[in-house]
């Protein structure tokens, strides 16, 4: 029953590779978001979604493009993996409520 | 661009009370302060939010202070499993959507 999964849980991949991480949320929820949180646990956000909309792009590099096949679903596609990119990102929904739900996180590794 | 400060770490005996404290002096007045925290690497788990009063639920306190540059995060008799960091929040709205400045976290070690 788990709200917002995340998928792979790791990922471990050579610099220059593309990769892709999957979001879902069987919340209901129309608001979507990618956090990134760095080796400090300083956490960032990246993007946020609303019904499938861009909403926020916090100055991330045009490497990152995030996708949004529909409400449920966020997906986080990145090129050209550099090595700054290592890090665990996380996928979060809101819906009319205050609070946001944190997925469970990927942790990507960039050698 | 950190909206808060958070003491890195605290300790705290079991069945005692916690007191976490967090700085937000550029605080304006229609952002929020949200506490989430975070166990072990798992995602961040919310815990209480408030605007200008203070706030109780079954996890938490929240105290705001009167001029809202500072609150505090009360956890009336921390167990084990409270060890966590705990990460203090301003939510800003920008055009109806809300953006979340987390700051750097204090841990928590409660200690038997």
């Known amino acids: 029953d788990t709200a917002v999964s995340q998928t792979p849980k790791y990922l471990v991949t050579q610099m220059g590779n593309d990769k892709s991480i999957k979001c879902e949320q069987n919340l209901g929820h129309d608001t979507m978001y990618w956090y990134k949180q760095d080796s400090k646990k300083f956490l960032k956000i990246m993007f946020s979604?609303?019904?499938?909309?861009?909403?926020i792009n916090e100055t991330v590099p045009n490497r990152f493009s995030p996708k949004s096949p529909d409400k449920a679903h966020l997906n986080l596609h990145i090129n050209s993996l550099e090595l700054g990119d290592s890090a665990v990102y996380f996928c979060?929904?809101?819906?009319?409520?205050?609070?946001?739900?944190f997925g469970p996180g990927t942790r990507l590794t960039v050698l | 661009d950190a909206k808060t400060t958070q003491p890195t770490s605290m300790d705290c005996a079991e069945g005692r009370a916690a007191n976490l404290p967090c700085n937000h002096s550029t605080i304006s007045g229609n952002e929020y302060v949200y506490w989430y925290r975070q166990i072990h690497s798992q995602g961040p788990q919310y815990i209480i939010h408030?605007?200008?009063n203070n706030e109780t639920n079954e996890m938490a306190s929240l105290i705001i202070t009167e001029d809202r540059k500072s609150s505090t995060l009360i956890l009336p008799h921390a167990t084990l499993r409270d060890t966590a960091v705990y990460y203090c929040?301003?939510?800003?709205?920008?055009?109806?959507?809300?953006?979340?400045?987390f700051g750097s976290g204090t841990k928590l070690n409660v200690k038997p």
């Open positions: 979060a929904s809101r819906g009319s409520g205050a609070e946001q739900f």
């Open positions: 408030g605007l200008k």
């Open positions: 979604y609303n019904n499938k909309e861009l909403i």
């Open positions: 929040i301003v939510r800003v709205s920008l055009n109806n959507f809300n953006k979340f400045y």
